[in-house]
């Protein structure tokens, strides 16, 4: 059994309740269909907002003619950018000038920069009136050349996305850690490969949403939206509307459908429902439609890595350079955060300290970018897993063992890396082996080679990935030194009620993690209760709830960074129990323990309900002792130390507080004909670190493993080459269903995290483990065809064009 | 999203029907709307008239069987088609193109009919039913004709229907001594298909007595490869055969290009099908 | 005819009945009008099966069929599954396993899943795959919302077993 020992040497009792296979608590409301989920607010006389958006990715906009909206009852209001230019301030930009100038507003001004942005918003009585009406807008474009790729961005002639900054760079900044120059030098062998990244998207089942209602009496807008970083988005959206967070309240449900980081540059829409509401006096709805969340619910950032990899002709990789270009889309929303995310995962899971980056992020007249699920380090992670390929193959050895060579030991945990990530333990070779042995590996190798012969395509891959959780804002000052955010931080509330009951609370939103079961197993550790006992209120609210600056459900940090918190207030709130169970049992405070809401004594046996606590401590508070405020509530704001706090002159910082990993193993085959790829074996192995509920746990891993598959051989978002997004809706952008789901076997290597205080690892984003096991796997399978890939993505009908051209040559 | 307003009929009888359509030019007949309804919710699709079929008396669904006729009404739902013996037992093509429409719901609200009449190549039935050389009942104010199937899909969503027209009812031969088969490849079952094919395919002794090959997005409509039929007959089912059978069958053909598969890989994917399902009747 | 038309519609056995445009989907009419709000919205293309529902017995998507088409009809939405709070077989197999994490497709998972095994009590693992084709899920990866069926399919057949 494992112990819960915090990082300074304190230890307890094995846990009772932290590590059990509790039943979710949430999912008995769900089962009902009792959730309570934006879509579901009614306040009384809602309208309901829609947009017209553009068609084309490029264009001015030349005149916009909303006249016809107003033909149909029912419409109340028409916006344009045109009036939101001169009533609201643009974003605020994370980036400095030049292109920290570049004007972001909710609705396109002047030109529309990508295909389906919002151009105007119709203010409707009925969604169905709303949405006619947005067909009746009538706008003249002029139509522009498009940018669509990273690197023709950069290019001398390209368009200008946002002409007042000058070029399409966003941000670039230079890592140049060790000394990749004596690297080159020694190595044997130089690999040189381009590593590309696709344009995928999050998308939750339920696609953002917000209501925003005004209360003229107190000048207060309120706002319930799904966003999930509401404090983050919070000053944004003051700021925009010129309002100061007193005058606005950031409310999110118990329930969001699921976000994996499509939900936070919602922001854009909160603005405008909020702008609207203030003008129309009543509450203003707004509900993306599917085709919508997939134009511009954020997608993925798509990248171009051209590396070098220097390495000695054993396998061992001495150092690697590489030059990287992101592609960010229209607007950098949460941008350009994502070029400075990758640097969590610096040198992947392999101990190599020589590195060098230059990292671009640039714009084009593609839907924004923003945090999906393993935002910006599922990207380096697989440039990692293909170049560790690309080694083995140009080595002729086995791409297991050139990884082998590489992988950090266990004995260098914890292991600063060279940008100073602290990986927090982990046995990287033994749980590589443990998956190896599960998958069968050689099993396989000698089937694919007997199977050759009779023409079937059978392909291995592996992936080792980084899943790097609990983030520090301090990086963000690579990119601005003045902006105004730095480390985490998140709050815990526990009271001990009148009525002896216990209640928790937290700063974070829950998409979906079941943050009510797992957290009240951290109250019920510390109370020794049954964590049934133990109530928890859901939901966010800036104004009548608690919160920290950094709350949200973002970045795999609510167990790590709220569940301390909550830990650290249970931990305070037992000692005030205690010390007030001290004098009205007359017995020495070394003696009194608390178990199932009784306080009882461990000399006499003697016991008193918690209630009797309570009581004397809320209302009976004459009989409090002296120097003992009344009350039991306890509140703590935990701010990890992540012991490279602040970014150094060469980018060196601690990144996130927790570094989980996970190495996936696909075995896959290829039809000779049809190239449709068929997963035949997906195993993973991870270390979660200490968990606190396995169920969650375990849920996490199959969700990530989903979108990962659903990520390397489904999901594509395709423009044409004048900018239009071929892939909008379901039909054309296919997430994978139950029938293509492979089955998973998860293994577990758990050690404590080094760095969290209750062990645990943020984990649940995943770092696209499955996107390079799968990509390895097709490509092996496809050997005999001669077929390189250099992307994430691959579909038969992919196969298909590069076997043809291969055929033509 | 939300579909656009549109007038509402809902007609109690086949004649009721004709005359409404027949006085109503934009009149659209509504069974399952499966097909329609998502169109008009993305307003890619927007008729400004609507006439449900669903209380129109004549019209409740069924299968029958009349000796070696089988009856099928238009609107009996694709789940029904799909699990019914008699069907499964005699032309078991259709049963199997049924069962690998969409999904589950799909198929319990999609209607043979509402399939056809739609004139959309990627419907998994229209290929199944040019296999099986199938009747069309159509009513209209004029009365009742029968539209042999090959004869009714002209163009891309377009018909042999005239407007004022109702499919009333298929009518396909029992034939439970061929070979059957329908194959299709789609990326999920929220996409449309790739490609798909239906085969069926009298053996006599291992000779091919008869043929019908029909190809679904292979074109503007669904398509019967004629000339590859016409090679088969007579000949033995050797893979030699089989593979000029699939070659002959594709080499003209023009298959849409979208962002699944553009005309060259649907034509390879028509390719193996064909392939495949006629090895599958042979070993 | 234009204009408004009345309907009325029994859901989980009460009747509902509206002045409604024929253009209103069935999924708004529960949601709105019958003010029930486990039935959720997912897509804009009949593919995610979030908005699944039982008309008159059968697995429908109730976002493809105008509320007007089912006047007369009986619909069953996920508030019919539990009786007072006691959940069913199926809800509870669902939350044994952990079938769902953030909720939102589950509604409509529990109908496919109940019109599945009301007609095939003892589903092989293709079939409940096959059954739950039109679903979308994008947090639980489907694995754990399969064994919550077979599971379900079990328990199912022991109490049948042992009412005879």
Not at chain 1, 286 to 300: D, M, P
Not at chain 1, 586 to 615: M, T
Not at chain 1, 784 to 794: A, E, F, G, Q, V
Not at chain 3, 46 to 66: E, H, P, Q, R, V
Request: proline letters at 5%; aromatic letters at 8%; a negative charge.
């Amino acid at each position: 059994m494992e112990v819960l020992q915090t990082h300074k040497g304190e230890v307890k009792a094995a846990n009772k309740y932290i590590g059990k296979n509790i039943k979710i608590r949430e999912d008995v409301k769900l089962v009902q269909g009792k959730g309570h989920y934006i879509d579901d607010l009614e306040l009384p006389g809602t309208l309901h907002m829609a947009y017209a958006t553009s068609t084309y990715g490029h264009a001015r906009i030349k005149k916009i003619d909303t006249s016809k909206c107003f033909t149909i009852p029912g419409v109340l209001y028409v916006v344009t950018g045109e009036e939101l230019k001169s009533r609201l301030s643009p974003f605020m930009e994370i980036a400095t000038p030049p292109s920290g100038n570049l004007r972001d507003y909710p609705l396109a001004v002047d030109k529309v920069r990508y295909y389906g942005e919002p151009v105007a918003a119709i203010v409707a009585t009925d969604p169905y009136i709303a949405e006619d009406a947005a067909e009746l807008v009538d706008v003249e474009y002029e139509l522009l050349p498009v940018v669509l790729d990273g690197e023709k961005s950069l290019e001398q002639d390209a368009p200008l996305v946002h002409e007042n900054i000058g070029s399409n760079v966003v941000w670039k900044g230079v890592w140049d850690l060790g000394d990749t120059e004596s690297a080159f030098d020694r190595a044997d062998l130089i690999v040189e490969d381009v590593v590309r990244t696709h344009r995928y998207a999050s998308v939750p089942l339920e696609t953002n949403g917000m209501v925003a209602s005004y209360d003229e009496g107190s000048n207060i807008i309120t706002v319930h939206s799904v966003n999930q970083m509401p404090m983050f988005s919070l000053p944004l959206i003051c700021a925009a509307l010129g309002i100061p967070p007193s005058g606005f309240r950031m409310i999110v449900p118990p329930n969001v459908g699921g976000a994996f980081g499509g939900k936070i540059i919602n922001y854009t829409h909160i603005t405008l429902v909020s702008y609207l509401t203030r003008i129309l006096k009543k509450p203003v709805k707004y509900v993306e439609t599917r085709t919508e969340n997939i134009t511009f619910g954020t997608h993925n950032n798509e990248r171009i890595y051209h590396v070098s990899l220097a390495a000695r002709k054993d396998g061992k990789v001495l150092g690697v350079r590489m030059k990287a270009i992101d592609n960010c889309g229209a607007y950098p929303r949460y941008e350009p955060a994502g070029a400075v995310i990758w640097a969590q995962v610096v040198p992947g899971i392999y101990d190599v300290r020589d590195i060098y980056v230059e990292f671009i992020q640039v714009l084009s007249n593609k839907g924004p970018t923003g945090p999906v699920r393993g935002y910006s380090r599922v990207q380096h992670n697989f440039m990692w897993e293909r170049m560790m390929n690309a080694l083995a193959k140009k080595l002729n050895m086995d791409p297991t063992e050139v990884r082998f060579k590489n992988l950090i030991q266990p004995e260098k945990m914890p292991y600063v890396g060279p940008s100073n990530t602290i990986y927090d333990g982990g046995n990287y070779p033994a749980s590589f082996k443990r998956l190896l042995d599960t998958l069968e590996y050689k099993k396989w190798r000698d089937l694919q080679a007997k199977s050759r012969p009779d023409g079937r395509l059978i392909g291995i891959g592996v992936a080792a990935v980084i899943d790097s959780g609990a983030n520090n804002f301090s990086q963000i000052k690579i990119i601005n030194k003045d902006f105004p955010a730095s480390g985490n931080s998140d709050v815990g509330m526990v009271i001990v009620d009148q009525f002896g009951d216990i209640v928790a609370r937290t700063g974070t939103t829950d998409q979906g993690q079941s943050h009510a079961t797992t957290f009240s197993q951290i109250v019920a550790e510390v109370f020794d209760t049954d964590p049934e006992e133990i109530k928890f209120q859901e939901g966010f609210d800036s104004i009548s709830n608690i919160w920290a600056a950094h709350s949200g459900a973002y970045a795999s940090r609510s167990a790590v960074i709220a569940g301390t918190a909550l830990y650290y207030a249970a931990r305070n709130l037992k000692q005030k129990v205690l010390k007030i169970a001290q004098s009205i049992m007359d017995e020495p405070i070394s003696d009194l323990d608390i178990k199932n809401k009784e306080v009882f004594s461990k000399v006499s046996g003697k016991k008193i309900p918690l209630a009797k606590v309570a009581s004397v401590a809320w209302s009976d508070v004459g009989l409090l002792p002296d120097g003992i405020d009344p009350g039991l509530m306890s509140y703590a704001i935990y701010k990890p130390d992540f012991k490279f706090n602040m970014p150094d002159e060469r980018n060196r910082i601690n990144n996130t507080l927790t570094y989980s990993y996970s190495i996936h193993a696909t075995v896959v085959e290829v039809d000779p004909e049809t190239f449709q790829i068929k997963i035949l074996k997906h195993v993973v192995i991870s270390d979660p670190g200490t968990i606190i509920n396995p169920l969650v746990v375990e849920g996490q891993e199959m969700g990530a493993t989903l979108h990962g598959i659903s990520a390397a051989l489904s999901e594509n978002l395709v423009y044409d080459d004048d900018g239009i997004l071929l892939s909008s809706n379901f039909w054309d952008y296919n997430v994978i269903g139950a029938k293509q789901m492979p089955d998973l076997e998860l293994l577990q290597d758990v050690t404590r995290s080094t760095s969290s205080v209750l062990g645990v690892r943020g984990i649940g984003e995943g770092g696209g483990g499955p996107i390079g096991s799968i990509i390895n796997a097709v490509e092996d399978a496809v050997t005999p065809l001669n077929i390189k890939l250099i992307s994430s993505n691959i579909s038969s009908y992919d196969l298909f064009s590069l076997n043809r051209k291969n055929e033509v040559i | 999203m939300r579909p656009r307003p549109f007038d509402f009929y809902q007609p109690t009888s086949i004649k009721e029907a004709s005359e409404i359509l027949h006085s109503h030019e934009d009149a659209k007949p509504l069974a399952g709307g499966q097909s329609l309804i998502p169109m008009m919710k993305l307003r890619i699709f927007s008729p400004s008239e609507i006439m449900s079929l669903a209380k129109i008396k004549e019209m409740k669904p069924y299968i029958s069987e009349t000796g070696q006729i089988l009856k099928i009404g238009a609107m009996a739902t694709h789940d029904m088609i799909h699990r019914s013996d008699v069907l499964r037992n005699a032309v078991p093509v259709l049963s199997e193109a049924a069962g690998e429409i969409a999904d589950q719901q799909i198929r319990n609200r999609g209607t043979i009919g509402g399939n056809i009449a739609h004139g959309d190549p990627s419907t998994n039935l229209s290929a199944a039913l040019l296999a099986l050389d199938a009747e069309i009942e159509v009513q209209g104010i004029e009365g009742t004709r029968i539209i042999p199937i090959d004869e009714f899909f002209l163009d891309l969503f377009t018909t042999a229907l005239d407007h004022g027209e109702i499919i009333t009812e298929f009518r396909v031969k029992a034939s439970p001594h061929t070979k059957q088969k329908f194959m299709k490849v789609a990326k999920s079952d929220t996409a449309f298909p790739m490609a798909f094919v239906a085969l069926n395919v009298g053996l006599s002794e291992g000779f091919v007595e008869n043929a019908r090959i029909a190809l679904g997005v292979a074109g503007p409509t669904p398509l019967r490869a004629l000339e590859a039929e016409k090679f088969l007959l007579k000949k033995r089912l050797d893979s030699e055969v089989i593979t000029k059978a699939a070659q002959i069958a594709t080499k003209d053909l023009e298959p849409p290009s979208d962002v699944h598969a553009s005309e060259e890989y649907r034509k390879q994917l028509l390719s193996t099908l064909i392939k495949r399902g006629l090895s599958s009747f042979v070993g | 005819m234009s204009g408004k038309q009345l309907v009325n519609i029994e859901i989980n056995g009460k009747k509902y009945s509206a002045e409604v445009e024929p253009r209103l989907l069935l999924v708004d009419f529960i949601r709105d009008t019958a003010k029930l709000k486990g039935t959720h919205i997912g897509c804009d293309t009949t593919s995610c099966g979030a908005c699944t529902i039982l008309l008159d017995g059968k697995s429908i998507k109730s976002c493809t069929m105008f509320a007007v088409e089912a006047d007369g009809s009986k619909i069953s939405t996920v508030e019919s599954l539990a009786t007072d709070g006691k959940l069913n077989i199926l809800q509870n197999a669902f939350w044994e396993h952990h079938a769902l994490q953030c909720g939102y497709c589950t509604p409509g998972m529990l109908m496919s899943s109940t019109f599945l095994l009301s007609r095939n009590p003892d589903p092989t693992e293709e079939e409940i795959r096959e059954g739950i084709a039109g679903n979308i899920c994008r947090c639980t990866g489907y694995i754990n919302i399969i064994k919550a069926v077979k599971d379900a399919a079990l328990v199912m057949s022991a109490e049948t077993g042992k009412e005879k």
